[in-house]
């Protein structure tokens, strides 16, 4: 597994960089053995605070990831933290993350190929505001993506392992787009354009 360790506005020491690179290979050959990569991400917080952000980002195999972050004091005890959330999540999901990655290293039709294209902000000029809202959005960067069959608990799995504020996926039980997403007051929210019952539903927070 390649740990490519970086710094934003912050020198990363060899004796730093060999404490996130063994830690993450001991939880490598802990739970899976497998994993692609792994970056670590180190930045200064706080507007002079001296606090200091990591942000932990594994992925498990090339369509799985799992990330987290904490901002502490201390570099050491900053990853620290951030790894043992992802630690958590590992442990916590352990046989559901195997029997899922299984499913979809064998079965080639539970992926959708589709487009990740990042849109620039609205402007806060007035005549270009104006402008923008007769044209398209301007796009920034376009990506090959993935959309993945998933059942519905599958798919809170992922969210809550990426970090991301949403995922869409294909839902197994009726192959309709369905999106998971986190919501302001913890709960998580479940979007099914193909349930007649529900159309939006919010799902109990996860523990």
Known sequence: MQVSVHGKQID????????VTDKIEDLNEKFFNHATDA???FSKEGHGHGLIKTVVSI???KLISVMAEATEADPYVSFDAAYDKVAKQLR???RRLRNHHQRLESDAEAILPARDIVLAPESHDEEAAEEQDHEDPL???EMATNIQTMTVS???MRLNLSGQPAIMFR??????LNMVYKREDGNIGWV???GVEHQTTTLRKSA
């Open 192 to 194: 099914d354009p193909e």
């Open 171 to 176: 839902n197994a039980n009726h192959e309709g």
């Open 92 to 94: 916590r999901y352990k």
């Open 59 to 61: 992925h498990v195999s």
């Open 39 to 41: 970056n670590v991400t």
């Open 139 to 141: 796009v920034v960067a």
């Open 12 to 19: 990363v020491g060899d004796t730093l960089r060999t404490h």
């Open 154 to 156: 599958e798919a809170v």
